[in-house]
């Protein structure tokens, strides 16, 4: 019974909704009873004059009454347009301000989602200079692996590692994703005094390495020519994220695949070093990736430029084309 009752209930209000006359005859009816002229309300409206007076009619037909009586420049509300127009300009008020709320929220603050990676080792370094260029705009960074849902509006944009693009979402690349082994100073004077010599890329297989068993291990020992290099190799600490990675080697516990761009300021500090010139890829890039409808968005479109300006400013190719206008 209770069911039943449920279901008459949401039938009635579904069938009264739908008794309601069309939306855009009722914006247009409010918009010339608040201005009492319909040109007035044309140009609020960016619509003709004779789009506003068939809207009027319209509405007017629906009801069954009028609600203009027509004068010379002036278009006077009936009774019954005087009685309607106060609520309706409520109303029309009551969701400007609704909208207005979640416009002012949404342009006050823009959501990055990308890896704790790339975040710790080159984003974070300088987003505090997009937030002094854009002092009304906060910034949130949301780090992890998940790929978040952009067109579900998880997050304002996202930067993401992979070989890309992504279906439905606006990609652009910003760089890529290079290796070289990397090791701090101090452990590297120990394994060349063991060795008697400098350490040279055939040492690799058979010294400590952080996260062995990654595959871009492979693809680095293929590049340098590394022979009998597949595993298994000598055990090793393994880590989860290359920023982990990269302190893990600064404390001395191994050599690590790092990519040079990420660890600058560490190479040039002293903390890190960079035994050989040889770089590596495993296809990997980073891109900047939106969802297309919001892709002129303005704090999108700030963000997008100050991004691609940091990777041109780091000298990391390539840079991409300008998104073309919506």
Not at 121 to 131: V, Y
Request: with cysteine; glycine share 8%; hydrophobic share 45%.
């Amino acid at each position: 019974m209770k069911d039943w009752t449920v279901s008459i209930s949401s039938a009635y209000i579904f069938t009264d909704m739908r008794r309601l006359p069309p939306l855009s005859a009722i914006r247009v009816f409010e918009a010339a009873g608040r201005l009492e002229n319909f040109t007035a309300a044309a140009n609020e409206l960016g619509m003709t004059q004779a789009a506003v007076s068939y809207q009027v009619k319209l509405l007017e037909g629906r009801l069954g009454a009028a609600l203009f009586l027509r004068e010379k420049g002036r278009a006077k509300l009936t009774p019954l347009g005087a009685r309607l127009l106060p609520q309706l300009t409520q109303a029309f008020d009551a969701i400007a301000t609704a909208f207005a709320s979640h416009r002012e929220e949404d342009e006050g603050l823009l959501t990055v989602s990308t890896t704790f990676t790339f975040a710790n080792t080159w984003l974070a370094w300088r987003l505090g200079g997009f937030q002094v260029e854009h002092p009304d705009l906060a910034v949130r960074l949301a780090t992890g692996n998940k790929l978040v849902d952009l067109k579900a509006g998880e997050a304002d944009v996202a930067i993401r590692a992979g070989v890309g693009p992504w279906d439905g979402l606006e990609s652009t690349e910003l760089m890529p994703v290079d290796f070289s082994p990397m090791c701090a100073p101090s452990f590297l004077k120990r394994i060349e005094a063991q060795l008697g010599r400098a350490v040279e890329p055939r040492d690799l297989p058979n010294l400590p390495l952080i996260s062995p068993e990654d595959i871009w291990w492979d693809a680095w020992f293929k590049a340098a020519n590394v022979e009998g290099s597949s595993r298994p190799r000598r055990a090793g600490l393994r880590l989860d994220s290359q920023a982990d990675e990269g302190h893990a080697a600064m404390g001395g516990q191994g050599f690590v695949l790092l990519t040079p761009a990420f660890w600058h300021n560490d190479i040039s500090d002293g903390r890190l070093v960079q035994p050989f010139d040889l770089t590596a890829t495993a296809g990997f890039r980073y891109w900047l990736v939106v969802a297309p409808e919001r892709r002129q968005v303005p704090k999108i479109k700030r963000f997008r430029e100050w991004l691609l300006a940091q990777v041109a400013e780091a000298g990391l190719p390539p840079q991409p084309p300008p998104l073309p206008a919506a």
